[in-house]
């Protein structure tokens, strides 16, 4: 069975950073692409940022992109999300999601519980 | 990177049957076969039901089922029961080499 659990979620000032990280069992962690998908309490889904098996297809929301860092070990069976210049907006449950197959282009077909980063101004 | 255009809610008695669209464009829905819809019940993650399309991953009813239209995909669960009552979301990969989501459909059974 699929196990994602995801760590790292806390309470930040605005400017600060965070590492959000995803231990993933049950599955060959190196075959698939990985996500990590955030929801503001109430709203909709919002797909951060994918990473394919072998990391040479990785790709992020603009409304992250220059400040997050998605990152893999496959060794570790662990996925990464490095934060940097949080910003109020960015307050959300993180969810990380696996996806179907290799590419970032599949379905995200199991998800994690979700570890919530709340940025204070 | 836009979202991709759902209706805010649908309503509809158990034992009927509801369709939610899911509006793209020919740089999403109207270009890949990538196209997914999850379900989420308030408070729990989302589940896929629906992978590339019109594809149900093991375990998912057969009460669901997905088309797609030019750019504009569409979830269709038919009998409707109780629990499900939720929200819906559609996704699609996109030529900017991301996944984009609706902003969810509200479904009531009344």
């Known amino acids: 069975e699929v196990h994602l659990v995801e760590s790292g979620g806390d309470l930040v000032q605005s400017g600060r950073s965070l590492r959000l990280s995803c231990a993933a069992s049950g599955f060959i962690f190196d075959d698939f692409a990985m996500h990590w998908v955030r929801q503001v309490p109430g709203k909709g889904l919002e797909w951060v940022s994918g990473i394919s098996w072998n990391r040479n297809n990785i790709n992020y929301a603009d409304s992250v992109k220059g400040r997050f860092t998605i990152s893999r070990d496959n060794a570790k069976n662990s996925l990464y999300l490095q934060m940097n210049s949080l910003r109020v907006e960015d307050t959300a449950f993180y969810y990380c999601a696996k996806g179907r197959s290799s590419a970032i282009s599949f379905a995200l077909d199991n998800w994690g519980q979700g570890t919530l980063v709340t940025v204070s101004s | 990177q836009s979202a991709l255009t759902q209706p805010a809610s649908v309503s509809a008695s158990p034992g009927q049957s509801i369709t939610i669209s899911c509006a793209g464009s020919?740089?999403?829905?109207?270009?890949?076969?990538?196209v997914s819809w999850y379900r989420q019940h308030p408070g729990k993650v989302p589940i896929n039901i629906i992978y590339d399309v019109s594809n149900r991953p093991s375990g998912v009813s057969d009460r669901f089922s997905g088309s797609r239209s030019g750019s504009t995909a569409s979830l269709t669960i038919s009998g409707l029961q109780a629990e499900d009552e939720a929200y819906y979301y559609c996704?699609?990969?996109?030529?900017?080499?991301?996944?984009?989501f609706g902003g969810g459909t509200k479904l009531t059974v009344l």
């Open positions: 996704a699609s990969y996109t030529m900017g080499n991301i996944q984009v």
């Open positions: 020919s740089s999403d829905i109207g270009y890949y076969t990538s």
